[in-house]
């Protein structure tokens, strides 16, 4: 009985410092002071319809540097000791503005990092530039946060903003238009591409299966050890550690890009993707 009420106690704990940490974690930080409360306040609002989807927003300006640190590391630093993020996945997104620096950085966790591809970050931020070099902040927060709801639904119907792929681009989303599937290619080309995988696998596996029927049924195995040599009485396999090179990818904007999302780890040990550019 005891055990049952500590264990109580114990979840009641957890849920109450769930809730502090989202009251905690407001959707606009302005550091820099490039808003009215008026224009925080409506993009509060507009924030908080995503994070009720399950998504996260951080709308974070500063002044200065990042202490040492990269704009990735200080942007997921942030994100991740504010407590930003919903769920188990952490799943949000954090847009930062350094009026010093002049960056524009996006920081994602959870499922945003597939809702925001490298790709489709790229873009982003050519097309938000403008807003912030001429200065009208509120109107680039808006348009990203507008752009953000266009990367979830895209991302909810299974079709995320990103490059091209090779000729077949039926499906294809980019910002602002709407979101549509076209298989009617597919459709038409699968029964043949069925039969032909079906045949070229059949004369594939004929050959293997006639070039490796050589075997011979034998009683023992001495004919294949070498008279004298290593002699093997126990054998058993050890895993001792797994090594993973992760290479950055290059937040330039130019040049071609091919789709999915680059990944990393934080210093937190949590996953995040993004990009980022001058403005």
Do not use: Q, W
């Not at 009420?5 to 410092?17: R, S």
């Not at 591809?117 to 938000?128: K, M, R, V």
């Amino acid at each position: 009985m005891k055990k049952r009420i500590f264990l109580m106690l114990l979840l009641c704990a957890a849920l109450f410092l769930t809730a502090a940490v989202n009251a905690s974690s407001p959707k606009v930080v302005d550091g820099a002071d490039l808003l009215t409360s008026s224009e925080e306040a409506t993009l509060e609002e507009t924030a908080e319809k995503l994070y009720g989807r399950g998504y996260d927003i951080c709308l974070l300006t500063m002044n200065g540097g990042y202490g040492g640190k990269s704009v990735s590391d200080y942007a997921d630093d942030y994100y991740e000791d504010n407590g930003y993020g919903v769920g188990s996945k952490r799943t949000g997104v954090l847009f930062l503005i350094n009026m010093t620096e002049r960056d524009m950085y996006i920081s994602t966790a959870g499922d945003c990092i597939y809702a925001f591809t490298d790709y489709g970050i790229t873009e982003l931020l050519d097309e938000l530039a403008p807003y912030f070099s001429d200065g009208d902040y509120f109107e680039g927060f808006s348009r990203f946060l507008a752009a953000t709801e266009e990367y979830v639904d895209a991302f909810e119907k299974g079709k995320p903003v990103d490059a091209p792929s090779g000729s077949y681009d039926g499906g294809y989303v980019t910002p602002g238009d709407k979101v549509y599937y076209d298989d009617t290619d597919v459709l038409d080309t699968l029964p043949v591409c069925l039969v032909l995988g079906f045949v070229i696998s059949l004369i594939v596996m004929l050959f293997v299966r006639r070039s490796m029927n050589t075997a011979r049924i034998s009683n023992d195995a001495s004919h294949a050890i070498k008279a004298g040599g290593f002699e093997l009485t126990k054998s058993h396999d050890r895993f001792l550690y797994s090594r993973t090179r992760r290479i950055p990818r290059d937040t330039d904007s130019g040049g071609s890009r091919s789709g999915g999302s680059s990944v990393h780890r934080s210093s937190g040990g949590i996953s995040h993707g993004g990009g980022g550019r001058k403005f």
